[in-house]
């Protein structure tokens, strides 16, 4: 074991650079290509990631980093944690793996949520004290050797056994006190096994991740670590084991894995570098490998080489190597700035994208090993660089910086809840346990194409509006027939909640190919936030009044709050994201004052990313929940008490943000709770929510319809923790990626389900 690891990467994109992967998925779950179709596409994609990152001359080259839906569950697959209720379907292995990550039939999904602070979304294992691991799928090896036929020696890359295991949650059969954790010996076994094939196979190295560790744990998930490293690491029949830990700085954790018998240790010196003087007060690293994440794997700015370089020189000495790594996966960036041949250039040259950050850790990687004069002229271009974007005029704007100057406490404000309810109640007379969806319906073909024939040319504005207005009558009366209470116009002319807002606001930069996997094949394509952020005209206005003209019934008003909008977009590092949040929620602001002028009743301004940009560490919270939920008042007080200001939140663990959730003071929070079986509410009623709430009873990242009972059973969950007057019906999130064969029979549920148990509360 005495081969060095070198300049690398951490993980790569793995969808395909023009979504090969996600078309075939969606061709495969629509039976119109077969699995050995599937597996030749997913085979190719992996082929030419190993070649590109292998001709870039990167010192390792990371495998098994494809994946069909997410790592997080193939892990699972691989280590046997198949829960019996998919096993008893008697599918086949790639049909189980997808009924895990999609439900089929009667039977539901394993939950989703956030991967960490990220908007990718993971598969929640589910481990009791019953489960059998066992190395039951060996994709990591098959991969290794498919690499090694192109001539490439891949570094294997996989979930470490400890952050698998505090990612999971216990299965429906584990006893009171039981934590995945306990199982840890028994997986760790496995683990084993599975490192003594790979070595025997020629690996030299494997990676095993460990992010769990840059969050706060106590001393029982501080020892697991210690042992699961000094097991593995005393293997004889292994490769180099190489744990990085990112999205944040190890702390406690990084003396643990200094000690352990392992050869390299990466740390994300983007998200939080640890002090020099404690990496020099641990004297376990001297004899390994220090893989230094310098180029950010998160964000698309391009790096500051120099600073690179000279944070790298303090760590010389500290370790018997130093190699220049990303601070995390590159899976969070898309695939190459070349490809982007519309994006202003000037925007463009500030940019690295996968490709172009495979590069600076080539060219750090040799200045740090030969010194500059080999790379002189790639470091002075990156010098130039910096210095455009730092002085580019088109990133301030002193008008909006003014406006943010003269912010009063007032402006975050609203009259009290019980006079807003009233007012509202009088206004809308909604009935007990009012239906309603959270925004968005499926988009047709019809409808993409004429998004897409819009921006080609091939259609006038005129023509556009009046397919957009024949695809909203269509949705306003689908609706009044379903017999909602509170529609919605649908958001035919929405790409994505997100996007659709930055292409209308100044400050802000889009891509045509920079798509991002966030869960299976469910890509988005963040926009890029460069300089300050205003609102030049209304943005849905329009569209909502139009849809109210159709219907005597209220309609939604549709808005993406600021802090998602942060959060899903890449964002400018060059001030404090809480003054760009102020800066997004002044726009908002403006365009929820429009809407209530031109008569809407009920807007809804959503943040489902509010707990996702929660810092990993509880010290840095506070600050964090202080901005944003600021943020969203601002956008939103500036109402009358009659106007009801919806907000929703899906797919994270909302414990730690419940407070936050109540400071929001929104009249009705929708938030996910149909995988999760309404666990939600105990949180919820633990602090006082006093608001309404409308916890999802259909869950549409499933292709499932479920049945009028099962949402039934659900409301009457909700109903033991929400009083009648307080509880809404509604979808786990909106609908757009769902089709209408699915959506029309689940809102018939649905619907239906709110009238029964309407009816019982008489």
């Given at each position: ?9 951490l993980g790569y994109p793995r969808i395909g ?61 691989t280590f046997g944690a198949i829960p019996p ?449 205003s609102r030049p005209a209304p943005i849905t ?222």
């Amino acid at each position: 074991m005495t081969s060095t690891i070198g300049s690398t990467v951490l993980g790569y994109p793995r969808i395909g650079p023009d979504r090969e992967l996600k078309r075939a998925l969606e061709r495969y779950w629509a039976s119109t290509i077969d699995e050995a179709h599937l597996r030749d596409v997913a085979r190719a994609v992996r082929a030419d990631t190993v070649r590109n990152l292998h001709e870039a001359g990167l010192g390792s080259v990371p495998g098994n980093t494809g994946s069909f839906y997410d790592h997080v569950l193939d892990t699972a697959v691989t280590f046997g944690a198949i829960p019996p209720r998919y096993t008893r379907l008697g599918l086949g292995p790639l049909d189980t793996y997808f009924a895990m990550a999609r439900g089929v039939g009667p039977v539901p999904p394993l939950e989703m949520t956030k991967w960490f602070d990220t908007n990718y979304h993971y598969l929640v294992p589910e481990i009791g004290p019953g489960t059998r691991f066992a190395l039951t799928d060996r994709t990591a090896l098959d991969h290794f050797r498919e690499a090694l036929e192109q001539g490439v020696r891949t570094r294997p890359v996989l979930v470490g056994p400890v952050t698998f295991l505090l990612l999971s949650k216990p299965d429906s059969e584990a006893p009171a006190g039981f934590t995945p954790l306990d199982t840890v010996d028994d997986l760790v076994a496995v683990y084993a096994e599975l490192l003594g094939e790979l070595h025997r196979a020629g690996a030299e190295w494997v990676q095993l991740d460990e992010p769990a560790f840059v969050a706060d744990r106590g001393p029982a998930e501080l020892a697991a670590l210690a042992e699961t490293y000094r097991v593995l690491g005393s293997l004889t029949d292994r490769p180099n084991i190489f744990v990085p830990g990112y999205f944040g700085d190890l702390g406690e954790a990084l003396p643990v894995l200094a000690s352990a018998p392992i050869e390299a240790i990466g740390l994300d010196l983007r998200a939080g570098a640890p002090r020099v003087e404690d990496l020099a007060a641990l004297p376990g690293l001297r004899d390994k490998t220090l893989v230094a994440g310098l180029v950010d794997g998160r964000n698309v700015w391009r790096t500051d080489l120099d600073r690179a370089l000279s944070t790298a020189a303090t760590l010389l000495g500290m370790a018997g190597e130093v190699a220049v790594g990303t601070s995390c996966s590159l899976l969070h960036v898309p695939y190459d700035v070349a490809a982007e041949t519309r994006l202003d250039p000037q925007v463009a040259s500030w940019l690295a994208f996968a490709r172009q950050k495979v590069d600076e850790v080539v060219v750090l990687g040799r200045a740090l090993s030969e010194g500059r004069d080999p790379v002189a002229d790639e470091l002075t271009a990156a010098r130039e660089t910096v210095a455009d974007r730092a002085r580019a005029e088109r990133v301030r704007d002193e008008r909006v910086r003014r406006r943010l100057a003269a912010l009063r406490p007032e402006d975050t404000r609203r009259e009290d809840y019980e006079t807003r309810r009233v007012a509202q109640d009088d206004s809308l007379r909604l009935p007990p346990l009012p239906t309603t969806t959270i925004g968005s319906f499926p988009q047709t073909t019809d409808v993409r194409r004429a998004r897409a024939a819009l921006r080609r040319g091939d259609l006038d504005k005129a023509g556009y509006t009046a397919r957009m207005r024949t695809e909203i009558e269509r949705v306003v009366r689908l609706q009044e027939e379903l017999g909602l209470d509170v529609v919605v116009h649908g958001e035919p002319e929405r790409n994505d909640m997100v996007q659709y807002f930055a292409e209308h606001l100044a400050g802000f930069a889009e891509t045509d190919h920079g798509w991002v996997q966030s869960y299976g094949s469910r890509c988005v394509r963040p926009p890029i936030l460069f300089g300050d952020v205003s609102r030049p005209a209304p943005i849905t206005v329009e569209w909502a009044t139009y849809a109210q003209s159709l219907t005597d019934k209220p309609v939604k008003g549709m808005l993406t709050g600021p802090v998602t909008i942060l959060a899903w977009s890449f964002v400018r590092d060059d001030q404090p994201l809480g003054d760009t949040a102020k800066q997004v929620a002044l726009a908002i602001r403006d365009e929820v004052a429009d809407l209530e002028s031109a008569g809407l009743r009920v807007i809804q301004v959503d943040e489902p990313a509010l707990r996702e940009l929660l810092p990993l560490r509880v010290g840095r919270q506070r600050d964090y929940l202080d901005w944003a939920v600021a943020a969203f008042r601002l956008a939103t007080s500036g109402v009358r008490a009659d106007t009801q200001i919806h907000t929703h939140l899906c797919y994270s663990e909302f414990g730690d943000v419940i407070d936050a959730i109540v400071a929001l003071d929104a009249d009705v929070t929708s938030i996910e709770a149909a995988r999760s079986r309404m666990e939600v509410l105990g949180d919820l009623g633990a602090v006082g929510f006093a608001r309404g709430v409308g916890p999802g009873v259909y869950d549409i990242h499933s292709p499932r319809v479920p049945e009028r009972a099962e949402m039934t059973d659900l409301l009457r969950a909700a109903l033991e923790a929400v009083p009648a007057h307080r509880l809404w019906v509604n979808p786990d999130c909106g609908l757009k990626t769902r089709g209408y064969a699915e959506v029309e029979p689940a809102l018939r549920h649905l619907v239906a389900a709110a009238t029964e148990v309407r009816g019982s509360l008489a």
